[in-house]
């Protein structure tokens, strides 16, 4: 059985050098790191692994130069941008499907996991609420598991998504605050063009993932007005476009080869109304992410229907979604195991979608390139890249040579561009002459 304590005492437990790991999204705990930002100042090399920030952290605000406490993220939101531009966060790569076997094989130190949970529950379980994710893999790591309680959190089901009573060292009481909420995206004009290019391809019994922000959601709304039935819903994120789907009936699972019946996901950060929805839903299942991400695992669902943004790609295909130059953004996430899982998935398609253009300093510029810029991270290789959408259109990259790659690009790209862009393929080779 845990002991009960005041989150100073949990504190306490903090020593100079050790390893913290905060739970992932809405499981981050705040008392603790309330508690933990009164010590900031006594302690030095404390290390603090987290993922998608969804509060400002206490600890940071008390050591704003990083001088005592520093921060190591899976995957940043906004907040976590702004901690690495200023220089006290750093980022820590990873394919999401493969989170719980890193810690179970190569991190080498958690001394401390704290974690925000629902109430206990009358078998002695603590639900990880709509973050399941690899906090199993984490509390079975940590040399000491403390659970912050929150009767706020939404409670999911899922049949890994909760910590035995056995398994915890100690429990403080939380603050009861609500799951923190992440605004919708709002989509775009150009975001609704791309969106309806993709959701013309969906197909009754379709499986779909959709990933995060407003093009995704977009498409979301547009495959709910196109006439299909008997979705299945496998994803890492529960996103609104998603959830709809399922509130309405056109995402019901029956033809699923796997969960049949049910929408399975990761985690959820989101609206209050996505966490109501989730909160004791049997629809809605939530599992770790290397069940949920792994492309062996998605592939046993036959017709995967992948929907990912990206903020740039080259001429031969290559997409970075994050990073643009040695500036980080947000993180590989799952993008590339869902875009090789549509490739391994019995007639699975995987799209990549981008507007053709972005603004910088009031200047458009194109997000098809001829090179990537320096320092840039490639999130999918050409090799995996499969559909690719803006609002001029959509073009399958697979199976063409590089040529062919980048004529199918630049016939995407905004057309103030294709110039340019077809003049640079030419000049550095990747059309040779004649070819077309």
């Known amino acids: 059985m845990p002991q009960t304590i005041t ?21 981050q705990p705040d008392v603790f790191d309330k508690a933990l930002a009164a ?40 907040y976590d941008r702004r901690q690495f531009d200023a220089g006290r966060c750093t980022y820590i790569p990873l394919n999401l499907g493969e989170w719980p076997d890193l810690y179970r094989r190569f991190i080498e130190r958690v001394d401390i996991a704290v974690i925000q949970v629902c109430p206990k529950d009358a078998d002695g379980c603590y639900n990880f609420s709509a973050s399941a994710s690899y906090m199993r893999a984490l509390v079975e790591k940590a040399d000491v598991v403390i659970l ?98 399922v509130k309405a009936g056109i995402a019901n699972g029956a033809r699923k080869q796997i969960d049949v019946g049910k929408a399975v996901y990761a985690f959820a950060i989101g609206s209050a109304d996505i966490y109501a929805t989730l909160d004791r839903n049997p629809a809605f299942e939530a599992r770790q992410v290397d069940y949920t991400n792994l492309p062996s695992s998605v592939a046993r669902n036959h017709n995967v229907f992948s929907v990912n943004s990206t903020g740039q790609m080259d001429l031969q295909g290559q997409a970075a979604s994050e990073s643009s130059g040695h500036r980080h953004f947000s993180g590989t996430g799952g993008q590339l195991g869902f875009v090789r899982a549509a490739y391994e998935s019995q007639g699975g398609r995987g799209f990549l979608c981008m507007p053709s253009t972005y603004e910088k300093h009031g200047a458009r510029k ?26 001029y259109g959509m073009v399958c990259l697979k199976g063409k040579s590089v040529a062919e790659r980048a004529k199918a690009m630049i016939s995407i790209a905004h057309p103030d561009f294709r110039e340019e862009l077809e003049r640079d393929a030419y000049a550095n080779g990747l059309i040779p002459r004649g070819y077309f």
């Open 7 to 27: 989150a100073k005492e949990a504190a306490a437990l903090v020593k100079s050098g050790m390893w913290l790991d905060y739970g992932f999204g809405m499981t």
């Open 39 to 78: 010590r900031a100042h006594e302690l030095t090399g404390v290390k603090v692994r987290s993922c998608l920030t969804t509060r400002p952290r206490a600890y940071q605000a008390a050591d704003p130069d990083g001088a005592h406490i520093l921060s190591a993220s899976w995957h940043f939101s906004g």
């Open 148 to 245: 912050e309680i929150n009767p706020a959190l939404p409670w999911c089901y899922g049949p890994d998504n909760a910590v035995h009573e056995s398994e915890a060292d100690f429990v403080i009481d939380g603050d009861g605050a609500p799951a923190a909420e992440l605004p919708g995206a709002v989509s775009t004009d150009v975001d609704l063009a791309i969106a309806r290019l993709v959701a013309a391809e969906i197909r009754d019994g379709d499986c779909i993932q959709l990933g995060i922000g407003g093009l995704p959601n977009a498409v979301g709304r547009a495959i709910a007005g196109a006439g299909v039935k008997d979705l299945g819903v496998h994803t890492e994120m529960m996103v609104e476009g998603v959830v709809e789907l």
């Open 366 to 391: 194109s997000r098809v390139v001829s090179d990537l810029p320096g320092g840039t991270i490639v999130t999918v290789p050409r090799t995996d890249v499969m559909y690719v959408a803006t609002e």
